[in-house]
């Protein structure tokens, strides 16, 4: 019991992070681009419910932290409340130049660059963590070498240092073209031992080495089956259902073949082995030229038998790579949601509060970058989910400003309290049955 609750707790911890995080930079977009825009905020809360702690600003706003941190919110000069709408009888006192100052009393153009900033600011983060991190692995060096070595149960006779040349004397392609490189890896025999031809300080020769992409675990997929079974980064699998391993297709093989039932593992782990039962789990996952495809998986990704050498990727590719990662997350969102309603895919691929609140203490468990990304991923998430026109979302606050804009008036008091109810509905409908994936979905 003190296990489980410990490991509740790190889960806890670790997903009001990560929240708050993103909450905050989502509200302080709103009230930033507020600010520059001409429209003054009374209270920045990271939080809601009672105030752990505040402070008044020179330009009178409260900074606050409030003791849920499940959100946040920022209330403008003239809001009613946190979730907006109009303080009619504090309004109706103000000047002209007060009321310029007020979320209502803004130009359209203000508004709608404040509604906006919230969820560009979600995606500007990610876009920075993104160019972070790509900036700090680097990129494969060329000539292509071996950085460091990993831990492997097979004594090899490649270094640190070795620029590979040839690998089964083949000739290594560049990394320009990823489908020749691909075809290059598939083309190398099946055997637990290749010959490198390598180049060692200035001579040419010819050494041992493992399968290139050998049956490693360098990452877990967090609530997978391997993650549940306890596998962890560095694992390498030594035999599947009794039969010797020493290629990763190998066991994407078997793993994808098995219909769902399940594999038996031989694990070796810092020169240590065990055996280990897992069930792969059914996984919907996207195709290149669009569309899904439903693929069994226990959740292990693989990687190449050394750490290859790496150089300093130029800040402007690193910031390239960090915006088409995020656009791929924006586009895998869409088309993920689109085959859910009609039905191509499983909705249990959506997940709710429970199944994040899981994956963000699986990540951080896998160390500070893995955590960092995910934060990156689930910011893009926020992000595009307040930009859908739902009315009570950010997007739906744009659709209204759309309106004035064309005809030069704002919708009527009634027309935005339906609008209002009805967003409220499907919000919360949609968290019901996001909560019900993460209760029922296998």
């Known amino acids: 019991m003190s296990s489980q609750f410990g490991g509740l707790l790190f889960t806890l911890i670790f997903f009001v992070i990560a929240l708050s995080v993103i909450v905050a930079i989502h509200e302080y977009g709103h009230y930033i681009v507020g600010r520059w825009s001409g429209i003054d905020a009374d209270v920045f809360s990271l939080g809601f419910g009672p105030v752990i702690w505040s402070r008044m600003d020179k330009r009178g706003t409260r900074w606050q932290i409030a003791a849920l941190p499940f959100g946040g919110y920022v209330k403008f000069r003239g809001d009613s409340n946190a979730s907006g709408g109009s303080d009619e009888t504090a ?71 070795d620029v590979i040349l040839e690998i089964d004397g083949k000739p290594l392609p560049g990394f320009d073209d990823a489908d020749v490189y691909g075809d290059y890896m598939k083309s190398l025999p099946y ?27 360098s990452q877990v997929v967090p609530r997978s089956a391997a993650f549940d079974a306890g596998l962890e980064a560095g694992d390498t699998i030594l035999s599947i259902n009794g039969e010797r391993a020493f290629a990763f297709a190998q066991l994407k093989d078997v793993v994808e073949g098995s219909e769902g039932d399940p594999v038996d593992l031989t694990v070796w782990r810092d020169g240590e082995t065990f055996e280990v039962v897992m069930t792969p789990k059914r996984t919907d996952e996207p195709l290149p030229e669009g569309g899904f495809q439903a693929v069994y998986r226990i959740g292990i990704v693989g990687d190449i038998a050394f750490y290859p050498a790496t150089t300093m990727m130029n800040p402007l590719d690193a910031a390239w790579a960090g915006v088409k990662r995020t656009w791929g997350i924006v586009e895998g969102s869409l088309s993920g949601l689109k085959h859910m309603i009609v039905g191509n895919i499983s909705s249990c691929n959506l997940s709710g509060p429970i199944g994040i609140a899981q994956t963000s203490g699986a990540m951080a468990s896998q160390g500070g970058q893995s955590f960092i990304t995910f934060i990156a991923v689930l910011s ?63």
């Open 380 to 442: 893009t998430a926020v992000g595009l989910l307040n930009l859908f026109p739902v009315p009570v979302l950010d997007g739906g606050h744009l659709v209204f400003h759309a309106w004035e804009a064309v005809t030069g008036k704002p919708p009527s008091d009634r027309a935005m309290n339906v609008a209002m109810s009805i967003g409220l509905a499907l919000i919360l409908g949609l968290m019901v049955f996001a909560l019900t994936n993460d209760l029922f979905c296998p």
């Open 91 to 161: 309004l109706a006192q103000m000047t002209d130049e007060e009321l310029r100052h007020t979320m209502n009393g803004a130009p359209l153009w203000a508004r709608s660059a404040t509604v906006a900033a919230g969820p560009l600011f979600n995606f500007a983060l990610s876009i920075l963590v993104f160019t972070g991190v790509f900036m700090f692995q680097g990129k494969v060096a060329e000539p292509f070498a071996v950085g460091d070595l990993r831990a492997l149960p097979i004594a090899q006779e490649l270094r640190t240092g």
């Open 191 to 217: 055997q637990p031992v290749l010959p490198y031809t390598v180049e060692r300080d200035g001579v040419r020769m010819v050494v041992d080495g493992p399968y290139v992409y050998p049956p490693l675990v």
